[in-house]
């Protein structure tokens, strides 16, 4: 088990930018994949971004493909969101996560979670 913990959200304006962290604590973070998802008021949970143990391999929702960009730092055992020109409909909770079983987007997978960092972008 590895424990979750994301930050820097904020209230930013439209076209801004933020970068969130996800601070992990635990055995092997190295060997996770982590994940990136939001929720919105109303909404379902939906992915964003996710990357693979080495960092050799990301993937994007085609809504923040271009403007969000996902690293990891496996000596810090933290993985980042950067997140560039921001949209009032990028507004949600912002979660991270993390598995060991696949590379994947799909937040089923992920049997590790965070509490979440609220982003608000304003228009």
């Known amino acids: 088990q590895v424990q979750l913990v994301e930050s820097g959200g904020g209230l930013v304006q439209s076209g801004d930018s933020l970068r969130l962290s996800c601070a992990a604590s635990g055995r092997a973070f190295s060997s996770y994949n982590m994940g990136w998802f939001r929720q919105a008021p109303g909404k379902e949970r939906e992915f964003v971004a996710a990357?693979?143990?080495?960092?050799?391999?990301?993937d994007y929702a085609d809504s923040v493909e271009g403007r969000f960009t996902v690293s990891r730092d496996n000596a810090k055992n933290t993985v980042y969101l950067r997140m560039d020109s921001l949209k009032p409909e990028d507004t949600a909770l912002y979660y991270c996560a993390a598995t060991r079983a696949v590379f994947t987007t799909t937040a089923v997978v992920y049997d590790n979670w965070g509490r979440g960092t609220q982003v608000t972008v304003s228009s």
């Open positions: 990357i693979n143990w080495s960092g050799s391999s990301t």
